[in-house]
């Protein structure tokens, strides 16, 4: 059967189906879904019974696979991080995930793209929604257009440490590590995507801690109304999981945001490949 495209939403996201991601892409599937990810910004591949290698190499056709100086990796297997909950369902640190943000946008380069791979999927909930942020901003006045378009935000992975885990101490060693291999980072609030062109807003709530320049008020209101703004259900869609699907995402253009519904082991694969642009 030859490889389809299914359109996912109006928003964004598309079911590539009758691929086997196990197999060496040939030159004209590996087209095929560059193109898609750069049109829908999100891909959605089902039944893809793979090996953590045959994983790892199909991530590798889209550039250097990063591995992240913080998070533990999945034994074996470096450019694999496991996500893993709890057996009755979401753990502590899943609270970063349960909230609309980009990859990484604590870093200088931020990632170009994400992948996701159903290890192990509750029997009900645990989904993920995507947004598109290109459309966001398309959604904007010519006035807050212009406005934005100015500004620059910083981001800063030491935002995770809640106020209470400060009070600890290993988790204060934690943070002084973190911020000492991290430093806080400035990123434009209006990015341009590095191959299409398409302008989108570039702040999530998880990483991004002010506007520079702006008092704290001025900065938390323009910051507030941004993410409402994006959080609108017109610029997202929710992919349903099942086990071995697998979901690939522009990380440039979109935010994530992983559903803690559910009361049951929740195990995800992800790869991570390495951003090439700035994202101004």
């Not at 495209?5 to 087209?31: F, M």
């Not at 991080?81 to 609270?95: D, K, N, Q, V, Y």
């Not at 506007?211 to 209101?221: F, V």
């Amino acid at each position: 059967m030859a490889v389809t495209i299914k359109p996912y939403t109006e928003a964004l996201g598309a079911e590539i189906l009758n691929i086997n991601l196990g197999r060496k892409l040939s030159a004209k599937n590996l087209t095929l879904i560059k193109d898609a990810i750069n049109k829908y910004h999100v891909v959605f591949f089902r039944d893809q019974d793979i090996t953590s290698q045959q994983f790892i190499n199909f991530g590798k056709n889209f550039g250097p696979l990063e591995i992240h100086p913080l998070i533990p990796k999945l034994k074996g297997h470096p450019e694999i991080i496991e996500l893993a909950s709890l057996e009755t369902g979401p753990g502590p640190m899943t609270r970063n995930s349960a909230v609309w943000h980009s990859d990484m946008t604590y870093t200088k380069i931020p990632p170009y793209a994400g992948i996701l791979k159903a290890q192990k999927i509750p029997e009900s909930g645990g989904n993920t929604m995507f947004l598109n942020a290109a459309l966001a901003y398309q959604e904007l006045s010519d006035y807050m257009k212009k406005f934005l378009s100015k500004l620059k935000a910083v981001h800063s992975i030491v935002k995770t440490i809640t106020h209470d885990e400060l009070l600890d101490g290993n988790s204060l060693k934690r943070f002084n590590i973190m911020n000492e291999k991290l430093p806080p980072i400035e990123h434009p609030i209006i990015r341009t995507h590095p191959e299409t062109g398409k302008k989108l807003i570039y702040v999530n709530e998880i990483f991004t801690s002010h506007i520079k320049g702006l008092n704290i008020n001025e900065s938390d209101a323009i910051l507030e109304f941004l993410y409402k703004h994006l959080h609108n259900p017109n610029y997202q869609c929710r992919f349903i999981w099942e086990k071995n699907s697998i979901a690939f995402w522009d990380n440039q253009i979109t935010q994530h945001f992983a559903v803690g519904d559910y009361s049951s082991l929740r195990v995800m694969h992800r790869l991570t490949v390495d951003g090439t642009h700035k994202p101004y």
